[in-house]
C-alpha cells in the first residue's frame, strides 16, 4: 500500500516544525520511520507544496521506499488528484506529517479493515476516540475523482481532502473504526512549540519501537 504523507513547511502555529529536532532526527524523520515499521507500506510518497519554501523535503528522500511529490500549496485536493493519477495509485493511506508518534499497529488494523471488505474509506477520525497524532485514513481513489467537481468548487473541502466524505457519510461506505477506552482529548500530533517540547520529552524517554498506549502514559505524567 502507497502512504500518502502530507506536509508543509508553512504551518500557521508552528513553521518548519517538519524539521524540527526531536531526538537524533527531525519530525518528518520520525513520521517516516515509525510508517515503515508496517510491512503493509510499500511506498511512502511525501505531498507537499511547489513552494521554495518546501524544497527541503527533497532531503528525506535518500531512503529507496521514499519519494516526494509536490503541486499546489492551497489546493491539497489537486494535489492528490495528481499525484493518484501520476502513480496510478487505486487506494492509499493517508497520514499527516505533525504525527511524529504514529503507531505502525494502527495502519495495520486498518489495512486489514480495508482489504477484508467494501469500503470506501477506513478510518479512526469520524468518530474519534484515538488521541491526534494517530489519526488513519485509507482511502479509495475512485471516489475522490467520481466527486472531484463538488469538491474542487468548495475552498474548505479543497485544503480538507475528507471534509466531504465525512460531511456526508451517509452517501458513503465510510468505517469507522474504535478504540475501547476514549482518548480524543489526548493530544500526540505538534502544532504548537508547547506541543513539540513535550513530544521530545516523550520519544526521549521511550525505547524503540513503543506503542501509541505507552505514549499516552507518558503525556498524562507530563502533565
Known amino acids: 500500500m502507497i502512504c500518502i504523507l502530507q506536509v508543509r513547511s508553512s504551518s500557521q502555529r508552528l513553521k518548519k516544525k517538519a524539521f524540527l529536532k526531536?531526538?537524533?532526527?527531525?519530525v518528518i524523520e520520525n513520521v517516516i520511520k515509525r510508517i515503515?515499521?508496517?510491512?503493509?507500506?510499500?511506498?511512502i510518497i511525501i505531498a507537499t507544496s511547489s513552494n521554495f519554501s518546501d524544497?527541503?523535503?527533497?532531503?528525506?528522500?535518500?531512503?529507496?521506499?521514499?519519494?516526494?511529490?509536490?503541486g499546489p500549496l492551497k489546493n491539497v485536493f489537486l494535489r492528490y488528484l495528481r499525484l493518484i493519477k501520476k502513480h496510478n495509485i487505486?487506494?492509499?493511506l493517508r497520514i499527516s506529517g505533525d504525527s511524529p508518534l504514529i503507531d505502525y499497529r494502527i495502519i495495520d488494523r486498518a489495512y486489514d479493515i480495508f482489504k477484508k471488505n467494501k469500503f470506501e474509506i477506513v478510518t479512526n477520525t469520524l468518530q474519534r476516540s484515538f488521541p491526534k497524532g494517530q489519526s488513519v485514513e485509507i482511502i479509495s481513489s475512485n471516489i475522490l475523482f467520481s466527486?472531484?467537481?463538488?469538491?474542487?468548487?468548495?475552498?474548505?473541502?479543497?485544503?480538507?481532502v475528507t471534509k466531504f466524505f465525512y460531511d456526508n457519510s451517509r452517501f458513503f461506505k465510510i468505517h469507522n473504526?474504535?478504540?475501547k477506552q476514549d482518548f480524543s482529548k489526548v493530544n500526540l500530533s505538534?502544532?504548537?512549540i508547547e506541543d513539540y517540547k513535550k513530544i521530545k520529552q516523550i520519544i526521549l524517554s521511550l525505547k524503540e519501537n513503543f506503542k501509541w498506549q505507552t505514549a499516552i502514559k507518558k503525556y498524562i505524567s507530563l502533565k
Not at 528525506?60 to 521506499?65: A, D, G, M, R
Not at 466527486?147 to 485544503?159: G, L, T
Request: glycine share 0%; net charge positive; aromatic share 16%.
Open 147 to 160: 466527486f472531484s467537481k463538488k469538491i474542487s468548487a468548495n475552498p474548505d473541502y479543497r485544503e480538507h
Open 55 to 70: 524544497n527541503r523535503f527533497k532531503d528525506f528522500t535518500n531512503n529507496k521506499n521514499v519519494i516526494i511529490f509536490r
Open 36 to 43: 515503515l515499521k508496517s510491512k503493509k507500506i510499500s511506498k
Open 190 to 192: 505538534i502544532d504548537t
Open 90 to 92: 487505486k487506494y492509499f
Open 22 to 26: 526531536l531526538n537524533e532526527k527531525s
Open 177 to 179: 473504526f474504535k478504540n
